[in-house]
């Protein structure tokens, strides 16, 4: 007996047409015809799939040692391929997630650790009070987790380690800054940023230089990832660019304002003057533009130092004595 008349013997005693066969192995029904009157062959995928369609051993249903047996060797390596890539799919799966689970637990013994130093310890903080209404930290984190799909290692590890440093250093600058600016303006979390963005900046080209990454092996979802990641950090890099450069302005605007007003109000004291309850300054320095940061700083914090100026001068003059 044939291949195909052992096919058209199975389909019949199954109860089935030959349209019926053709839709279960997602083929046309003139290639079941085809195969019935011996025409053609099934290929060894498809002799698989009608053995189970028939619910009948391939032995049973062709005799493996007439029919390709090189085809069936060529069938059972590409299943066993397939069985070998499905499993290590599994495991890199499962490999995402440990890491993943594993940064995460990271960053949430970071953040405590910062809520023990900042708020249990009472350790002043200058960046602390924004990061927590930023989600500076969850951001950062997810950002890691990204990369870590990516396999930068070097550059995970500068991410980790740049946060904490930043945290130290910017937290420490932004005191010193505080303390020698007459409003006590916070620069802290600039700080933070630059020195994050360094460190990570480090760890990206020291990733390049040692692994040296071939572009053209990006593909699929790793491509995908790469791209997202790139322009995240990119926007978010330009983003924290403008909002910093302004912030800095703002502030350099703001104590020259005080200084400003705080001399203007103590002359004006000193001269026996009424306060000006206006509290608004008569000029602006020429190099501000007007409403640019400087400018706006300048103009929110001149009113202030007037006042704490005249207070000031007056207090001195009353408490001096005739």
């Known amino acids: 007996m044939t291949i195909g008349e052992k096919i058209r013997q199975l389909r019949k005693e199954k109860g089935l047409t030959q349209d019926a066969v ?28 009608l053995s189970n369609l028939f619910n009948v051993s391939l032995e049973e249903l062709v005799d493996v040692k007439q029919y390709q047996t090189a085809a069936l060797e060529e069938y059972a390596r590409r299943r066993l391929e397939e069985d070998q890539k499905k499993q290590n799919t599994k495991q890199a799966i499962y490999r995402r997630i440990r890491e993943t689970l594993a940064i995460t637990i990271v960053y949430i013994v970071v953040y405590a650790i910062c809520v023990i ?6 350790v002043k903080n200058c960046i602390w009070s924004w990061m927590q209404s930023r989600h500076v930290l969850l951001f950062i984190c997810l950002i890691h987790i990204a990369i870590s799909l990516l396999d930068k290692k070097i550059a995970c590890r500068a991410l980790l380690l740049g946060t904490v440093f930043a945290i130290i250093v910017a937290n420490i600058a932004g005191m010193l800054m505080m303390q020698k600016s007459p409003i006590g303006y ?23 230089k040692v692994s040296k990454p071939n572009i053209k092996s990006f593909h699929g979802w790793r491509r995908g990832v790469g791209v997202a990641a790139l322009a995240a950090l990119s926007m978010l890099c330009l983003t924290c660019i403008i909002l910093s450069v302004r912030h800095v302005k703002y502030g350099l605007g703001a104590d020259n304002g005080y200084r400003d007003g705080y001399a203007v109000g103590a002359a004006e004291a000193k001269d026996g003057k009424t306060m000006d309850q206006n509290f608004s300054s008569d000029h602006y320095p020429s190099q501000y533009v007007f409403g640019s940061s400087e400018f706006k700083g300048y103009a929110v914090y001149w009113p202030e130092g007037y006042r704490c100026g005249y207070y000031a001068s007056a207090q001195v003059t009353a408490n001096t004595p005739e």
Do not use: C, M
């Open 22 to 49: 053709a839709s279960a192995l997602e083929i046309s029904r003139q290639a079941i015809a085809k195969w019935e009157s011996d025409q053609s062959s099934p290929s060894t995928e498809n002799l698989v799939k």
């Open 117 to 122: 130093v900042f708020h249990l310890a009472g």
């Open 186 to 208: 916070n620069n802290g979390w600039v700080i933070y940023l630059a020195t994050l963005f360094v460190s990570f900046a480090v760890g990206l080209f020291v990733e390049f």
